[in-house]
């Protein structure tokens, strides 16, 4: 059965950093698209960033609002990815969802190109 786990959100102030972790047991993620979306109350499921694409698997995808701010990385060894996030913004609160694909995919910022997801982890950024 292959589960990801994320950790690491919390309650941060506005211009504060959290990082974000998603421990995936299972099957082996290196091969794989690794994803981390976003859904704020009341809002739809947004994608934040992806790595691993069909040129790399290391290559790293973002949507605007997050460039400069977010970094996506994989420790392949540990099966896990990471999201640093940055200059933390009132915007940025949401729940926080880990997701991979099945191999490498290039829809990276579309929901329907994930097979497996996590059970979310809450981020809030206070003013």
């Known amino acids: 059965q292959v589960q990801l786990v994320e950790s690491g959100g919390g309650l941060v102030q506005t211009g504060g950093s959290l990082s974000l972790s998603c421990a995936a047991s299972?099957?082996?993620?290196?091969?794989?698209?690794m994803g981390w979306f976003r859904q704020a109350s009341g809002k739809g499921r947004e994608f934040v960033a992806a790595i691993g694409l069909p040129s790399s698997s290391t290559s790293a995808y973002y949507v605007d609002s997050v460039k400069g701010r977010f970094t996506i990385s994989r420790d392949n060894a540990k099966n896990t990815v990471y999201l640093q996030m940055n200059s933390l913004k009132s915007e940025d609160t949401a729940v926080y969802y880990c997701?991979?694909?099945?191999?490498?995919?290039?829809?990276?910022?579309?929901?329907?190109?994930?097979?497996?997801w996590g059970q979310g982890t809450q981020v809030t950024v206070s003013s």
């Open positions: 997701a991979g694909a099945r191999s490498l995919v290039f829809s990276v910022s579309a929901a329907s190109a994930y097979s497996y």
């Open positions: 299972g099957r082996t993620f290196s091969s794989a698209t």
